[in-house]
C-alpha cells in the first residue's frame, strides 16, 4: 500500500487535474447520452451519429484533458474538483474564442503623416 502511496506522489498535480478533467468529460458525454435517450433532447446540442459516438466521447474528454492541463500549467486554472467540471463543459467554447481571437483580422490605424 506504502509503494502505491508513493506512487501517486510522484505524478505532478497538473497531470493530475488534466485526468480529472478527462473523467468529468467522459461523465459529461455519458449523462448527455443518457438525457438523449430518455427525453430524446441533448444538452450539449450534439448530434450523436450511430459510429460517431465513441469518437465523440473520446474526442470531448481528451480535449476536456489537454484544455485542463494547459489550464493549470498556465496558471490560469485552479486544481480543483469544480474547476474540472467547469473546464469539462466550457472548454469548446473557450477554445472556439481563442481560435476566433488569433484569426481574427487585425485592424491597423492608418498613420497621419505631417
Given amino acids: 500500500m506504502d509503494d502505491l502511496t508513493n506512487l501517486f506522489s510522484m505524478i505532478p498535480p497538473e497531470v493530475t487535474f488534466g485526468s480529472q478533467c478527462f473523467a468529468v468529460g467522459v461523465l459529461l458525454i455519458l449523462l448527455d447520452w443518457v438525457l ?3 427525453r430524446n433532447t441533448t444538452v450539449l446540442g450534439i448530434s450523436y451519429a450511430s459510429k460517431s459516438r465513441f469518437l465523440v466521447l473520446l474526442f470531448w474528454a481528451l480535449g476536456a484533458g489537454i484544455f485542463g492541463l494547459i489550464g493549470t500549467l498556465s496558471d490560469v486554472v485552479n486544481p ?10 466550457a472548454w469548446p467554447i473557450l477554445l472556439s474564442r481563442l481560435i ?6 487585425s485592424v491597423q490605424q492608418p498613420t497621419e503623416e505631417v
Avoid at 480543483?80 to 463543459?89: D, L, P, R
Avoid at 476566433?100 to 483580422?105: I, K, L, Q, S, V
Fill in 100 to 105: 476566433e481571437a488569433n484569426t481574427a483580422p
Fill in 80 to 89: 480543483s474538483i469544480k474547476s474540472a467540471v467547469v473546464v469539462a463543459i
Fill in 36 to 38: 438523449l435517450y430518455v
